[in-house]
């Protein structure tokens, strides 16, 4: 079994920053030492390394230390700066390596080097080598400056990963405070569409890690979109796979397993875990000052005809434009077959209509079009 390892330091248990912490925070130089370990671990183990992100209770419980001091000496560590306010701890890049492999490559080339430079050694002290042998040199040489090359090129994506790695996770930080609510209603959304079909009346919670999860999947694959959201979320309940329903398959998906990665999310989207069997895809509205009141307007679609009706003709549907008119606003909804837009027009049109107005949108009619193949 392959482990993970992280690097300590010489001096760590008499280190004069953890002194200074120490007396900054009131606390014994043993309780210091304890938390900053966990603190250690904490940063090896996220993805990506090098960032603290563990409740102090938790090492207030592991370490048997009061939850107040605790909070105190990381209080302390951030005044110091051995931690940033955004929870990444200084200097990891320097200190560590990225993973296990890494510190093995590193190793072996640090023999390869040490093998290089003393066979370079050998040959300047040696006697001078017959002039057949000149290629061999010169190609000894032209290995060693590829090799370096080679390496500072590794180096420098590792770094550039790292400070994309390191800025993603302060765009998150601060997404999550400027908008918890986002969150929220992406988490009610799961609940209602997902987990009560797991787990009835037991919601899932947002823990630390799963934000920071959700938070770039909304970046990075919804796009802020809740609609998309709303969709994924549909596609894992339409799933007998993703909610243990197939007999043999004791499985069932979770929210940190279906936010953990954009590879997850493609996996769910693409199909892999339905069949294919897709719910259609919920309507759209590409007029920004209308989404909000056409989302209303389609909700009591829903409760008045229900919502499997409604996804059913409505989806794949879409509000192209408004335009203005003397006495009001004209919303352009494009059907993508004609049977659906008469369909439309036959039994929702005026329902549409009316609460187009009672959104206050000055809406007095709803134009339907046939998207053009």
Not at 171 to 185: A, D, N, S, V
Request: proline fraction near 3%.
């Amino acid at each position: 079994m392959s482990m993970e390892w992280y690097r300590a330091y010489h001096g760590m248990p008499h280190d004069p920053k953890l002194q200074v912490v120490a007396k900054r925070s009131g606390q014994k130089m043993s309780a210091v030492v304890a938390v900053w370990l966990c603190v250690l671990d904490a940063a090896s183990q996220h993805d990506p390394r090098g960032i603290f992100n563990i409740d102090p209770e938790e090492i207030s419980v592991i370490q048997d230390i009061e939850l107040e001091d605790v909070e105190a000496i990381i209080k302390a560590l951030k005044s110091k700066r051995m931690l940033d306010d955004e929870g990444l701890v200084v200097n990891w890049d320097k200190r560590q390596h990225t993973t296990s492999t890494e510190r093995m490559r590193k190793l072996r080339d640090k023999k390869k080097r040490d093998v290089t430079a003393g066979d370079t050694k050998r040959r300047k002290n040696s006697k001078k080598a017959p002039d057949t042998d000149s290629d061999t040199d010169s190609d000894a040489e032209e290995n060693t400056d590829t090799d370096k090359k080679q390496n500072k090129k590794r180096n420098r994506t590792r770094i550039e990963k790292r400070e994309s790695e390191r800025e993603k996770h302060k765009t998150c930080g601060k997404l999550q405070k400027q908008t918890p609510q986002i969150l929220e209603q992406m988490l009610d959304i799961w609940n209602a569409e997902v987990q009560s079909k797991l787990t009835g009346n037991h919601n899932a919670i947002l823990t630390p890690k799963r934000k920071e999860q959700m938070t770039i999947r909304w970046l990075e694959d919804f796009q802020q979109d809740m609609r998309a959201w709303q969709y994924f979320c549909e596609v894992i309940a339409a799933s007998d796979f993703c909610l243990g329903k197939l007999e043999g398959k004791s499985w069932t998906i979770d929210l940190s397993w279906a936010t953990k990665s954009s590879e997850h999310v493609a996996k769910i989207l693409e199909g892999g875990f339905s069949g294919g069997k897709h719910p259609k895809q919920p309507p759209i509205c590409n007029v920004p000052e209308l989404v909000d009141s056409w989302n209303e307007v389609l909700q009591k679609l829903q409760q008045k005809y229900g919502k499997p009706s409604i996804r059913c003709w409505f989806g794949n549907t879409v509000i192209t434009q408004v335009n203005s008119h003397h006495v009001g606003k004209i919303v352009t909804l494009q059907c993508p077959k004609k049977f659906i837009r008469d369909w439309i027009e036959k039994h929702f049109l005026t329902d549409i209509n009316r609460f187009w107005a009672e959104q206050n949108q000055q809406i007095i009619t709803t134009e339907l079009t046939i998207k053009e193949n």
